[in-house]
């Protein structure tokens, strides 16, 4: 595999439609938002099959669902064996899985005989074949993954031009003290696409309540609904505490679905080309490889660049009793897209540890499909 040239992002993607690779892209911040950085070659793309039109309201006015799509809101068992423990989802495990991901069914099937609720889907990204699919439709908290559908708003807002050039304010009705930078830094003020990368390189709390303030969260349920996206929802802001009054999480989503939005990401086609490769720039950022991609074995402050042949983008989400991963890893071979959620009670360090184990057993599998040649 030959390092990326600097081919523009318009001619590179024809390009990548015939078998070329594609490039990193460039530095955080302005400077990224005009180069590509797509970890996948481009081929012809698709869509996940519709969902249920009601499962994003539902998320949206808190109801909890069963994998097929029905109420429970009380957090009772159902008549399909489907199920909600103290408000978390707990999805049967079934689907279909390749031959080379035996382990990871093994590994998640686990963690699901224990009781966790488990998601997980693997999609090839050239040809748009399914390679895992576990329970893949159903719906589970993801921490604060959703702000992925954040950044695709923001970056179709600049791209527009509706936002370029606006400076934020770091405002006292945005304080979250969880992860992130801003709230450690003697700037308050900062321009629109750097608060975005903070937001793509550590899932900066202040700098997501700072952009959902200022393009509004009913703008990116709009640009979610546009892109065919209904079991996927950011639903509310990042907070400290959580009151009855609130979105009991920050974001939803079903595994399948966050693994063709990333499958779209990497062909361009979340919005238009220049949109895809600014939010990739931005994803391409993140500091946690602790699930996941924690098996991929790259440099978790600086991995943006072909190594080994890899090229990786992994957006995570966690909170109490979540673990959940999405993103694309690019080998030698071929290029999957992919997304992992799960649910658990987190009572104890064992069962912790025994999600990020089976989260990186997936993370094994996967790195051995993109260094195989690609099966069509």
Known sequence: MTEPDATPPSRRRRDDRSGAGAGPGAGAGAQNEQHEHRPAPAHAAGRPEAADETTTRAAHTRARRTPDGRRTPDGRRTTDGGRTDGGRPRGRHSGGVDDRFTATEEALGALAVDGAGVSASVIDTSTGKALLAIDDRLVQPVGTLGRVLLLIEVAAQLQEGRLHGDRLQRMARDTATGAGLWQFLQEPVMQVSDLATLVGATADAWATNALLTTVGIDAVRARAESLGIDRTALIDRVRDRRGPDDAPDVSVAAARELAWLFRGLALGEVVDDAVSNRVLG??????DLSLVAGAFGLDPLAHRALDHGLQSVAVTGAGAGVRAEAGILR?????????????????????RLAVVEALRTMGTDVLEVVHARARR
């Open 282 to 287: 931005w994803c391409s950022l993140a500091a």
């Open 331 to 351: 080998g030698p071979g071929s290029s999957v897209s992919y997304a992992v959620t799960v649910t658990f009670t987190d009572d104890s360090l064992q069962r």
